[in-house]
């Protein structure tokens, strides 16, 4: 049986797919293509579970006539959208769509209203498959590193070889981003050395918070490694600090010990960090439910629409770094 799966974007999205991906292969015993976009391939490229990725830069139309080729007996889909409803109206060709909740999650976000189902998005992937006879095996996310790229060893100068804490201050949309003072506030007072992490468009952000540390020590990775790399010097982490972001995703996929920051969004979506449930203990979140504007919108803002940003600015530095020293003190994982 040869099966198209399909997840165009993003980051953590894909990230969170590979529970399927890994029970379709050992379960079943399918062909298994995987269809996203080019830019996320680093996410899949290395995983042995899919016999054959499938990538696209701008469009569908770029491997139309490839996907046509290879006769899918069936089209798993895991985004659901128009363009994933464009592919399945050209290929005609059996499919099963993964339910995306949207009436809920927007009477979540406009009446404040939370009839979402209490299992995590995973389980909810899972569910789709579930009549190939794919069930969750429990044993998490997956995310493969390329070995040819170096570990944090390689990637970290000396001083961070006995132990560090990845501080992941980027994110797509600004209220979801832990504010750089406060970040530079909770990373001075950490008792291990701090790697900032965050793709280019945080280096400057980074560089704020560096000269605003002045006892612990810190370097800002932001935009100096690729997502391969980003991801090697996560997995290497003592703890990861980090906003609702991919690279949380990646850290879980590791097994880390995680602290993860909530601003306007919320893990009621079903997208928190997701653990075995013998790790679930190394997993902290933070977040302030008192805020009733929470959640304002299902992804983020450029700046906080009632423009006070408690959900963040209530998040004190000393709570991050209380939290922090609880995870750094359980037994090594």
Same mark, same amino acid.
């Not at 128009?82 to 099963?96: A, D, G, N, Q």
């Not at 918070?209 to 391969?228: E, P, R, T, Y």
């Not at 600090?241 to 993860?260: E, P």
């Given at each position: 049986?040869?099966? *198209?799966?399909?997840? #165009?974007s ?11 991906i ?7 015993g399918?062909?298994?293509h995987v ?5 996320f391939?680093?996410?899949l ?11 696209a ?9 490839? *996907? ?15 363009r ?12 099963i769509? #993964?339910?995306k909740?949207n009436?809920?999650k927007?009477l979540?976000?406009n ?8 299992n995590?998005?995973v ?8 009549r190939?006879?794919?069930?969750n ?6 995310? #493969?590193?390329?070995?040819g790229?170096?570990g944090p060893?390689?990637?970290l100068?000396?001083?961070?070889h006995?132990?560090y ?6 994110g ?9 003072p406060?970040?530079?506030e909770?990373?001075d007072?950490?008792p ?12 400057e ?35 990861? &600090?980090?906003?609702?972001t991919?690279?949380m995703?990646?850290?879980t ?8 920051i ?12 997701y653990?075995?449930?013998? *790790?679930v203990?190394?997993?902290? &979140? ?7 504007c929470r959640?304002s919108r ?10 006070? #940003?408690n959900?963040?600015?209530?998040l ?9 020293n609880d995870?750094l003190a *359980?037994?090594?994982?």
């Amino acid at each position: 049986m040869k099966v *198209l799966l399909v997840r #165009f974007s993003s980051i953590g999205d894909i990230v969170l797919t590979t529970p399927v991906i890994r029970c379709l292969e050992e379960q079943t015993g399918v062909e298994l293509h995987v269809l996203t976009f080019s830019r996320f391939s680093t996410v899949l490229e290395n995983n042995p579970y899919i016999d054959r990725l499938i990538t696209a830069d701008h469009s569908i139309r770029e491997v139309l006539p490839l *996907l046509r080729q290879n006769r899918y007996d069936l089209i798993i889909d895991l985004h659901r959208n128009v363009r994933t409803l464009s592919l399945k109206l050209k290929l005609r060709r059996p499919s099963i769509s #993964f339910r995306k909740l949207n009436l809920r999650k927007y009477l979540l976000v406009n009446l404040k209203l939370n009839l979402m189902p209490e299992n995590h998005i995973v389980d909810r992937y899972m569910a789709t498959v579930i009549r190939l006879g794919a069930v969750n095996d429990g044993k998490g996310l997956d995310y #493969f590193l390329d070995p040819g790229q170096g570990g944090p060893e390689q990637l970290l100068p000396a001083g961070f070889h006995q132990g560090y804490i990845a501080f992941v201050i980027g994110g797509r949309y600004l209220t979801k981003i832990y504010p750089a003072p406060m970040v530079a506030e909770a990373a001075d007072q950490l008792p291990l050395p701090v790697v900032l992490m965050g793709g280019p468009e945080d280096r400057e952000r980074g560089e704020m918070i560096c000269h605003a540390m002045h006892g612990n020590m810190v370097l800002n990775g932001c935009g100096n490694f690729s997502l391969g790399q980003s991801a090697a010097v996560v997995a290497g982490a003592s703890l990861v &600090i980090t906003n609702d972001t991919g690279l949380m995703h990646i850290a879980t996929a590791f097994g880390r010990k995680i602290l993860s920051i909530w601003g306007n969004t919320v893990p009621a979506f079903g997208m928190g960090p997701y653990l075995p449930d013998q *790790l679930v203990h190394y997993s902290t &979140i933070m977040e302030m439910e008192g805020v009733t504007c929470r959640p304002s919108r299902k992804l983020g803002y450029p700046k906080c629409p009632r423009k006070h #940003f408690n959900c963040m600015l209530m998040l004190s530095p000393e709570n991050v770094v209380n939290a922090a020293n609880d995870l750094l003190a *359980l037994p090594p994982l």
